[in-house]
C-alpha cells in the first residue's frame, strides 16, 4: 500500500532554533517528492521538489535531502522564525499525476 | 492575483442541503485537481481533470458528488443532499500543461461545515 509516514505529529521550539523533521514513503513506483507548507486555514505552498536523482534541495532557510534508497527525506529548517508556525506535509509522487500526502507535522514557533 | 482562486471561502449548510464550489485555476494551467481535507489530515485526492476531461475519479467521490470543468478554465464541484461527514476543507490545485514534477499549485480551501 503506498503510504507516507511524517514524525513527529507535533513540535514545538523556541524562535531562532533549528529543526528537522522526517518523512518515510512507500510509494512505487516513486517519480518525486515534496514538501509543502500549509498555514492554518489555507491551501499547502510547495517549498521543495526533488526527483530520485536530487539528494538535497534548498529553499531560503529550508533545507530537504532525499534518500531514494532507504525512501526516507528530511526537512530541516534553519534560525526559525515565527511564521514558521505552519503545518509541513510531505508529499509524494507516483508514476501518474496522483500524489500522496503524508498527515503533516505541525510545528510551533515562539517567541 | 493570479494564483488559484476559490469561492466561496467558508460554506454553512444544513444537512441534506446541496452545495457548490467553484474553483478558477492559474491561467493556461490545463490541469486541475480536488482534494478533500479533514482536520488533522493531509488532502486526499478526489478527482482531476485533462482540460474539460475528467481523467480520474476518487473511490472517496461518491454518487452525491459531481465535479464538472465545461470548458476547460474554472471547475465545479457540487456535493449532493449534504451529510455531517462532508465536513471538510475542498482544496483545487492547478498544474501547467509542460512541467517535469508536475508542480501542483493550490488554493485557499472552501471550508465547509455541515450541521
Known amino acids: 500500500k503506498n503510504q507516507v509516514e511524517q514524525s513527529p505529529q507535533s513540535l514545538i521550539i523556541l524562535e531562532g532554533k533549528n529543526c528537522t523533521l522526517q518523512?518515510?514513503?512507500?510509494?512505487?513506483?516513486?517519480?518525486?517528492l515534496r514538501w509543502y507548507k500549509q498555514d492554518t486555514g489555507r491551501g499547502p505552498v510547495s517549498l521543495t521538489i526533488?526527483?530520485?536523482?536530487?539528494n538535497t534541495k534548498s529553499n531560503g532557510r529550508y533545507t530537504a535531502t532525499l534518500d531514494a534508497d532507504t525512501k526516507q527525506s528530511s526537512l530541516h529548517i534553519t534560525a526559525s522564525q515565527l511564521s514558521d508556525s505552519a503545518s509541513y506535509i510531505c508529499v509524494v509522487g507516483g508514476a501518474t499525476n496522483k500524489l500522496i500526502f503524508g498527515t503533516g507535522t505541525l510545528l510551533a514557533v515562539q517567541p | 492575483d493570479t494564483g488559484v482562486s476559490q469561492d466561496p471561502r467558508h460554506k454553512i449548510t444544513k444537512r441534506g442541503q446541496n452545495v457548490t464550489f467553484r474553483c478558477d485555476p492559474i491561467?493556461?494551467?490545463?490541469?486541475l485537481y480536488w482534494y478533500r481535507q479533514t482536520l488533522g489530515q493531509g488532502p486526499e485526492f478526489l478527482t482531476y481533470f485533462q482540460n474539460e476531461a475528467q481523467l480520474e475519479k476518487s473511490r472517496l467521490l461518491s454518487d452525491r458528488f459531481s465535479a464538472e470543468r465545461p470548458k476547460g478554465s474554472f471547475s465545479t464541484l457540487e456535493i449532493q443532499r449534504t451529510e455531517q461527514g462532508d465536513s471538510a476543507m475542498y482544496l483545487c490545485a492547478s498544474s501547467p500543461r509542460l512541467d517535469r514534477y508536475n508542480e501542483q499549485f493550490f488554493g485557499p480551501g472552501t471550508r465547509l461545515t455541515v450541521l
Open positions: 518523512c518515510n514513503y512507500t510509494v512505487s513506483p516513486f517519480s518525486n
Open positions: 526533488m526527483t530520485f536523482s536530487e
Open positions: 491561467s493556461e494551467h490545463n490541469r
